[in-house]
């Protein structure tokens, strides 16, 4: 792309498209200064090369003649051998040849070149990959990349190239295999070979009209004139079709999580309990903090290009849980202190601060939910306990009174040491769940899904839980799933088994009952969290202890299909006990709460 699309009127002199097997790829008759570009325009500027990179490229009848010269990092091809060359100590280039690579079949073949610290891994069309050690750090200062030659005819590729890519930072075989039609996987194409057949051609050294009709760009108007255009955003990789008035996506590329890094490392005034991210219009990100200490208070934390910032400190006592919900236009944001109240905080436009609303009485309130249903507000408090040890008390659903303008008590329903509430609907159902964690002498209890029948709550299903401590409601597709947090196993006075399973269930839509469809070790778990980046879907875990220290990993898993969700980044946490998922610009962001230390990270999802 940085070669082909500097002027998309005209291919450059020796550049055509041709056609093979039905794809496309770039063939060079002769030789062209042009392209190539300076490191610097890819890499940023950076003097080194990265440490950890892939290289990705899809070609056919690949043959190079041999050329060193001053090469600091390049691939040749000759016949069946893949030669990988790079300056080694003392500026000697060192030369890597990777036999029996099955390349001169007069097929298209995909290639992944994955080097680190260690070594060079080359995979061909997801076949078993081929090894060989790697040295050191390339000094690039001052140098270019080239494209098929270096501007001579001595080392002409003379094959047919369709994808070139470099992928700092992370092996990209990962995002090729496995795969339906490993040859061919496309990572990243430009949009001049994308699979349109090549017709109506008399003289192959030209360019279609079709392929005159592309413009490359990160802004473009769509108007009457340019009906038919195609355009190319290379920031979204994306290819749009001008329908006259807007831009029709054609192809875009997914959004793919690449790597996870630590953002900011937020000092709070004590333990956090939890955190709760919301959006106020015409102010932008908040974020509330449920502080464990009574006399700093709980604050709210407004997000600014550097990270988040101190807002407004909040008088709170003890405070375990903060729910944000919209009613109409007003904003209010709920607290559930350890006291035997909780307050409803209400946003002034005019003050640009939360202030305090109505006050509810609560018992240890552990959390509350928000939620609408046939256009009237509800609420939902988790009573956790009342004195010491009444763990089996009524948890109470309020509802918005129009007339006095306050929440009053609609329905109360049995809980057990309730620690959480998620609402959620199917189709034209209302369901509830309550995570229910101990009962007084045990934390094997049944948590309880409800169902809105005739204007109350009614028991749907019973599921046995140990010390749940949250649900997390989600959807991927058509399918419904639900997963608990299992804190620890306990009866009596024994011991605790913190390591323990946590559950994901799935909505059997003909049965009408959600069955088990995944377990996930977990370590006093308090919270899942489910995002999506493009077609990806993720829950990441808040591991809280694990019998002998607080701190532990949290874990961020993806789903997989018919795998479930597995493992993909290890996040280090200090006892964990509240994920947020949130956006901002483009750019996607996690952060956790602590209960065991005055501080709180932000983490950056990077994608690609």
């Known amino acids: 792309s940085f070669v082909l699309e500097k002027d998309t009127s005209k291919l450059l002199p020796g550049v055509h498209i041709r056609q093979s097997g039905g794809v496309r790829g770039i063939h060079f008759s002769s030789p062209h200064a042009s392209m190539s570009f300076p490191s610097s325009e890819l890499l940023a500027n950076c003097d080194i090369f990265p440490k950890e990179f892939s290289i990705v490229v899809t070609l056919r009848r690949s043959t190079a003649a041999e050329e060193h010269g001053r090469i600091i990092l390049g691939l040749r091809f000759s016949r069946n051998r893949l030669h990988f060359l790079f300056k080694g100590h003392a500026g000697v280039v060192e030369h890597w040849v990777f036999r029996g690579t099955g390349l001169t079949d007069n097929r298209w073949h995909t290639l992944v070149l994955a080097v680190n610290s260690r070594h060079v891994r080359l995979t061909v069309d997801c076949n078993a990959p081929m090894e060989m050690p790697f040295p050191s750090e390339l000094n690039i200062q001052g140098s270019r990349f080239h494209i098929g030659s270096r501007g001579r005819w001595k080392g002409l590729f003379s094959g047919l190239l369709r994808q070139l890519v470099l992928v700092p930072g992370s092996d990209a075989t990962g995002h090729i295999c496995p795969s339906s039609e490993p040859q061919l996987t496309a990572l990243s194409v430009p949009p001049l070979l994308l699979d349109l057949p090549i017709t109506g051609r008399k003289n192959n050294d030209g360019p279609t009209s079709y392929e005159r009709q592309v413009s490359v760009g990160l802004d473009r108007s769509c108007t009457p004139l340019l009906e038919g255009q195609l355009w190319f955003n290379p920031l979204r990789k994306g290819l749009y079709l001008c329908d006259g008035s807007e831009w029709i996506t054609v192809l875009q590329d997914r959004q793919r999580l690449d790597y996870v890094l630590e953002h900011q490392v937020l000092t709070t005034s004590s333990e956090t309990h939890d955190v709760e991210v919301f959006q106020v219009p015409g102010v932008g990100t908040m974020a509330a903090m449920a502080h464990r200490s009574s006399v700093s208070g709980s604050a709210v934390y407004l997000w600014t290009p550097t990270g988040f910032q101190l807002y407004q400190n909040v008088s709170t006592f003890g405070a375990l849980s903060w729910r944000h919900f919209n009613m109409g236009p007003d904003k209010h944001a709920n607290k559930e202190p350890e006291a035997d109240f909780s307050v409803i905080y209400k946003w002034s436009k005019r003050r640009k601060r939360f202030v305090a609303f109505q006050t509810l009485q609560t018992h240890c309130a552990r959390d509350w939910e928000a939620f609408n249903i046939n256009q009237q507000t509800y609420l939902a408090v988790a009573n956790h306990r009342l004195g010491n040890n009444n763990h089996t008390i009524d948890s109470v659903i309020y509802t918005w009174n129009r007339l006095t303008k306050s929440f009053e008590v609609h329905q109360k329903l049995p809980t057990s040491g309730a620690y959480d509430w998620e609402f959620f609907t199917v189709g034209p159902y209302h369901f509830l769940v309550v995570a229910n964690a101990f009962d007084g002498v045990t934390t094997a209890v049944d948590s309880v899904i409800y169902v809105w029948i005739n204007g109350s709550f009614q028991v749907f299903q019973t599921i046995k839980t140990f010390c749940a401590t949250d ?35 799935e909505l059997d839509v003909i049965g009408r009952i959600f069955v ?10 308090v919270d899942w ?59 996607s962001y996690l952060i956790y709460s602590s209960a065991k230390a005055p501080l709180s990270k932000v983490f950056k999802l990077k994608t690609y």
């Open 516 to 525: 088990r469809f995944q377990d996930i070790v977990t370590y006093s778990a």
């Open 471 to 505: 649900w997390e409601m989600f959807q991927i597709g058509s399918r419904v799933f639900l997963v608990v947090a299992n804190g620890h196993r306990l009866y009596g006075t024994g011991p605790s088994r913190y390591a323990i399973n946590s559950t994901i269930y």
């Open 529 to 587: 969290e489910f995002f999506s980046l493009g077609e990806e879907y993720f829950l990441v875990v808040a591991n809280s202890f694990n019998g002998e220290s607080y701190s532990l990993n949290s874990i961020l898993y993806r789903w997989q299909g018919y795998e479930g969700f597995v493992p993909v980044h290890w996040l280090p946490t200090i006892g964990c006990s509240d994920w947020e998922f949130f956006t901002s610009k483009g750019e």
